[in-house]
T-cell receptor
Framework: GQSLEQPSEVTAVEGAIVQINCTYQTSGFYGLSWYQQHDGGAPTFLSYNALDGLEETGRFSSFLSRSDSYGYLLLQELQMKDSASYFCAVRDGSSYKLIFGSGTRLLVRP | DAGVIQSPRHEVTEMGQEVTLRCKPISGHDYLFWYRQTMMRGLELLIYFNNNVPIDDSGMPEDRFSAKMPNASFSTLKIQPSEPRDSAVYFC?????????????FGDGTRLSIL
């Protein structure tokens, strides 16, 4: 089956850098995605990695190592508005079905 | 552009009642997904459609749950009869199958409380 592991909570200070890790076990792999969800809101797409390496989108970057079944989301210059839950997700084989991790709750403190 | 639209935003009803959740996907998207989110179980996929056809309903918890997609712009998730353990936030999401990775676009969700 598919499983994803990520830390349940991370706390960081405004302006700092934080890394949220995700390890996965899948029968097939078609890319690792990251979604952000604010309390009371809907998940919104942040990034996607299909190949090894770093993808950068503004203050957010995402990294993938397929040989290690590992990825991370890097958030730089943290702002209070970044306080949210962050989910990693993998596609289930060749379908468009996404399997989500349990989420990492990020708390940014002043 | 209009995003995924779900209704109602909130629903409170008594145990045993029928509940119908509605979803309008983004125009042109040919995949539609229904998820349920709870603190205990996280974000679970219930069922998904491709071109209005159910592809995988293995996440539907039991026969009390049913989903339909009569056309490309509308889907329903029905619970009959409802039970307190069905209380959750239900999200609908859509995406297009064209090209490489296509992110899923989520609606604002329906917060369902069964008393």
């Amino acid at each position: 089956g598919q499983s994803l592991e990520q830390p349940s909570e991370v706390t960081a200070v405004e302006g700092a850098i934080v890394q949220i890790n995700c390890t996965y076990q899948t029968s097939g792999f078609y890319g690792l995605s990251w979604y952000q969800q604010h309390d009371g809101g809907a998940p919104t797409f942040l990034s996607y990695n299909a190949l090894d390496g770093l993808e950068e989108t503004g203050r957010f970057s995402s990294f993938l190592s397929r040989s290690d079944s590992y990825g991370y989301l890097l958030l730089q210059e943290l702002q209070m508005k970044d306080s949210a839950s962050y989910f990693c997700a993998v596609r289930d084989g060749s379908s468009y079905k996404l399997i989500f991790g349990s989420g990492t709750r990020l708390l940014v403190r002043p | 552009d209009a995003g995924v639209i779900q209704s109602p935003r909130h629903e409170v009803t008594e145990m045993g009642q029928e509940v119908t959740l509605r979803c309008k996907p983004i125009s042109g998207h040919d995949y539609l997904f229904w998820y349920r989110q709870t603190m205990m179980r996280g974000l679970e996929l219930l069922i998904y459609f491709n071109n209005n056809v159910p592809i995988d309903d293995s996440g539907m918890p039991e026969d009390r749950f049913s989903a339909k997609m009569p056309n490309a712009s509308f889907s329903t998730l029905k619970i009959q009869p409802s039970e307190p353990r069905d209380s959750a936030v239900y999200f609908c999401a859509s995406t297009t199958g064209q090209g490489g990775n296509q992110p899923q676009h989520f609606g604002d969700g329906t917060r369902l409380s069964i008393l």
